[in-house]
């Protein structure tokens, strides 16, 4: 067998009795090769141990075999799972990611800058980021097909899977006025961005419209991260106030953590002090007896991934445009009749 090191697209040629454009174009997918001699070009290939350099086939304008994903971050629970479930779907074909992070502002404005001129990847999945109309155009100046999950609705013609956050935090909300509660307060999330997210607005509002529409006005609110620290701050700000509402909504189970965190080094028992609601049902959710609404996240990022397989014209079947999953009432022991 020729050597690693030494193997090129000429071996590969000779290998299979072909020419070396019959190579180019059978292992770049693109169209001019009968199926019977792509097979035995790949076979070729798979017998020398040669793949395409994705930077020589980027540089030639071909496809790369890599997809951008952008996060804000990793650290947290539901971008890490999106992540798994794009993962999901691209190692079963062989593609690889390019995770891109936008920790503070200094780094969002210089991968905003460069994006067009890393023309490094097939295709580009946003998960919960808010854009601005330049950030937006950066991407499109990419050329590449985009998925957007969570976060802001992108428009129609554009790919996008979530949750209806507004729903659920309807459902949240709803649940504890079933159940009596009057005195709802709310622990909502703030990031430290010019743009608002989507997702925070969203469930803001449903918190308001489900209180309003059954009649309660001017309910307490407290804004921290989004955090399971920025949760427990919430608390003690609540817990330091000379009224303690009889339920909290919190707009994710990261922040329900901290706040059952914070009531229990308070020496407070919940429910029976107070109820907690949170968002996304976390696996934490269940270890910790927390009533949640619970959303399909690894599910987002793997349909996020065949919308894009889609597009890109493989095999996988191409999805609508938007897809919105469902939420899930998950009562457990956090919440229950005020007392």
């Known amino acids: 067998m020729i050597p690693k090191q030494t193997v090129n697209m ?47 086939s980027r540089l030639s304008g071909g496809p790369t075999g890599r997809v951008g994903v952008i996060v804000p971050r990793v650290d947290a629970w539901f971008y890490s799972t999106v992540l798994a479930g794009v993962a999901d779907e691209f190692d079963t074909v ?85 159940i009596g509660h009057r005195d709802v307060a709310m622990i909502q999330a703030a990031d430290d961005t010019d743009i608002p997210w989507a997702t925070d607005q969203a469930r803001i509002r449903g918190f308001h419209r489900e209180l309003h529409e059954a009649g309660h006005r001017d309910p307490t609110v407290v804004t921290v991260t989004w955090s399971v620290d920025g949760g427990s701050r919430g608390m003690e700000i609540l817990l330091s106030r000379p009224r303690l509402p009889s339920a909290v909504f919190c707009h994710s189970d990261e922040i329900a953590l901290g706040a059952l965190r914070t009531l229990r ?46 597009q890109l014209g493989s095999e996988a079947t191409a999805l609508s445009a938007v897809t919105t999953l469902p939420t899930r009432l998950v009562i457990r022991g956090s919440t229950s009749p005020p007392r």
């Open 10 to 56: 000429t071996d590969v040629a000779r290998r299979s009795g072909v020419s070396i454009a019959s190579v180019s174009r059978a292992l770049r997918g693109e169209a001019g090769v009968s199926p019977v001699t792509r097979a035995r070009i790949l076979s070729a290939a798979r017998d020398l141990s040669y793949v395409v350099s994705p930077e020589a």
């Open 94 to 178: 062989g593609m690889d990611l390019i995770l891109c992070t936008l920790p503070d502002a200094a780094a969002r404005h210089r991968f905003f800058e460069a994006l067009p001129l890393r023309r490094k990847v097939d295709a580009v999945v946003v998960v919960s980021v808010p854009l601005s109309a330049r950030e937006r155009t950066r991407i499109d100046q990419l050329g590449v097909p985009t998925v957007f999950v969570g976060g802001h609705h992108p428009g129609p013609d554009r790919f996008w899977v979530g949750i209806d956050d507004e729903l659920a935090a309807r459902q949240a909300v709803g649940h504890l006025l079933r």
């Open 265 to 310: 080094r308070a020496g407070l028992a919940v429910p029976q002090s107070l109820s907690i609601i949170g968002v996304d049902d976390h696996p934490s959710a269940e270890l910790t007896d927390l009533t949640t609404v619970s959303q399909p996240v690894r599910e987002q990022g793997q349909i996020a991934a065949r919308a894009v397989l889609g």
